[in-house]
């Protein structure tokens, strides 16, 4: 006859349930959601092909520059050379169309890193002074380890950070014969 008791218990295992449930998509689909959209800003078309006219940029320029820009002293046993903003276009032999290039009306990089070609884990240690953004992403890209080509005198990886926070990365592959090579 009285059942009161009987529904608060059958409404308290509902609710246990149910919040059990919403507890499993919270833990599990929502990092996963947010993952996602940290790298959607990670290597997108877009961003590659302005990595690819920074990189164009670079080998267009007179072979003793660019040399010496993939040469740079590596002081502090460093594996990289971080430039911020328009700083590397004082390395190449058209500054001007560098700047423009790199500008806030056209390409808007925030920084331009360069490092060897393979990824290791000195980089990642090294990160530490970096922007959180680019951190992210130098961490995230240790997949991307891979042997030097042979065929080339100097290799190394640019790595472009946008204002925007869109990041890419491209080979900076150079032979030493004056030929661009992308």
Same mark, same amino acid.
């Given at each position: ?51 690819? @006219?920074?990189? &164009?940029? !670079? %080998?267009?320029?007179?072979? $003793?520059?660019?040399?010496? #820009? ?36 056209? @390409?808007?990089? &925030?920084? !331009? %890193?360069?490092?060897?070609? $393979?990824?290791?884990?000195? #980089? ?59």
């Amino acid at each position: 006859m009285n059942k009161k008791g009987f529904v608060l218990v059958e409404t308290i295992i509902t609710s246990v349930f149910v919040l059990g449930i919403f507890a499993f998509i919270v833990a599990n689909v929502l990092p996963i959601i947010g993952e996602y959209e940290k790298a959607a800003d990670y290597d997108s078309v877009d961003s590659i092909y302005d990595a690819h @006219l920074i990189r &164009k940029m !670079i %080998l267009k320029s007179s072979e $003793d520059r660019v040399v010496k #820009l993939l040469t740079l002293p590596e002081g502090d046993g460093k594996n990289y050379y971080l430039f911020d903003k328009d700083d590397i276009c004082l390395f190449l032999s058209n500054e001007n169309y560098c700047k423009a290039l790199l500008s806030r009306d056209y @390409l808007d990089v &925030k920084e !331009i %890193l360069i490092t060897n070609y $393979d990824i290791k884990d000195g #980089l990642v240690q090294a990160s530490k002074n970096f922007d959180r953004g680019l951190r992210e992403y130098i961490a995230q890209m240790q997949k991307y380890n891979s042997r030097v080509p042979m065929e080339y005198s100097h290799a190394r990886r640019l790595i472009i950070y946008f204002n925007d926070g869109r990041m890419a990365n491209i080979e900076l592959l150079f032979d030493g014969t004056g030929d661009e090579t992308c």
